[in-house]
């Protein structure tokens, strides 16, 4: 059978975490893209940040890199990448969810910040982006990218 998929490249950019069948959809978007065509996925990392951030976001899941790597690959791509990022921030994003578990909090109040913050953070990841092209892979981070491959040999 020949190979029907119709794009070159497919991103799922904080998607797969809202869907309870992922692995399904995972596997409908191999079906969809070309042989040798990509699929570049970011999600939400470590059960242990769940906050009601979360919830007020719909989440259904965080991943670990374990499970969501395991899944690409169940889908049927070869994994061409992974990194953690907002890693550099990490901590921050650990006191912020704990701080929301002990205390009663608005979820949509951690994004409420001083316009000079704002600045400090944004020039963290302007940084954590650079490593990251430099080939700097992060072990732990806020979030997670995978960047799958659909093999040229892939028949549909």
């Not at 995972?26 to 009601?52: C, E, M």
């Not at 899944?71 to 994003?93: C, R, T, Y």
């Not at 912020?96 to 578990?101: A, E, G, M, P, Q």
């Not at 608005?106 to 990251?132: K, Q, T």
Request: charged fraction near 20%.
């Amino acid at each position: 059978m020949t190979d029907v998929g119709v794009f070159d490249v497919v991103g799922a950019f904080d998607v797969l975490e809202h869907i309870d069948e992922d692995e399904r959809v995972l596997s409908n978007v191999f079906n969809a893209i070309k042989a040798g065509g990509f699929l570049i996925v970011t999600v939400p990392q470590h059960r242990w940040l769940w906050s009601p951030v979360d919830d007020y976001a719909c989440h259904v899941r965080r991943y670990t890199r374990g499970e969501l790597v395991g899944k690409i690959k169940a889908a049927g791509f070869d994994v061409v990448q992974v990194s953690s990022f907002v890693s550099l921030l990490l901590p921050l994003m650990w006191i912020s969810r704990l701080l929301s578990r002990t205390k009663s909090v608005e979820p949509m109040s951690e994004f409420s910040i001083p316009g000079w913050l704002n600045r400090v953070l944004e020039a963290v990841m302007s940084l954590e982006r650079r490593l990251i092209a430099w080939g700097l892979r992060f072990p732990a981070g806020g979030s997670l990218i995978v960047v799958g491959r659909k093999n040229r040999d892939s028949a549909q």
